[in-house]
């Protein structure tokens, strides 16, 4: 178990996951899972005429995963692989305007959580 604690200051200081020793043969790891942010997202947002546009430049190299969310965090829409640089949700996927949250994962990891607004039309 001496091995780890090499490892143990990267971890902590480089990124928001936990790490800790539990009994001598025993890790405990806990991915971060961030809040919802209330600021604007680069990468999940409304465009100009109302439709939600998930832009990832990189989407063909990397592994994304978007799913979208109604207020109270039941999912809505799951979009298993992003394949598309640029991917606009038509309004008529969405019963109703107002707010909707949404998770960016990026190789299973959360990347981003955010609110986008849809307006009513």
């Not at 998930?54 to 994304?64: C, G, M, T, V």
């Amino acid at each position: 178990m001496k091995d780890f604690r090499a490892y143990r200051d990267s971890i902590i200081n480089q990124t928001k996951d936990t790490l800790a020793q539990i009994s001598n043969d025993t890790l405990y790891i806990r991915m971060y899972d961030p809040p919802f942010a209330e600021k604007a997202s680069q990468y999940v947002f409304t465009n100009k005429d109302g439709y939600i546009v998930i832009k990832l430049d990189d989407a063909e190299k990397k592994n994304y995963q978007v799913t979208i969310l109604e207020e109270d965090e039941t999912p809505f829409i799951d979009i298993r692989k992003v394949k598309e640089p640029m991917l606009i949700l038509d309004k008529s996927n969405f019963y109703k305007g107002g707010w909707y949250k949404f998770t960016l994962k990026e190789n299973g990891r959360v990347k981003e959580k955010g609110k986008v607004f849809l307006p009513k039309d």
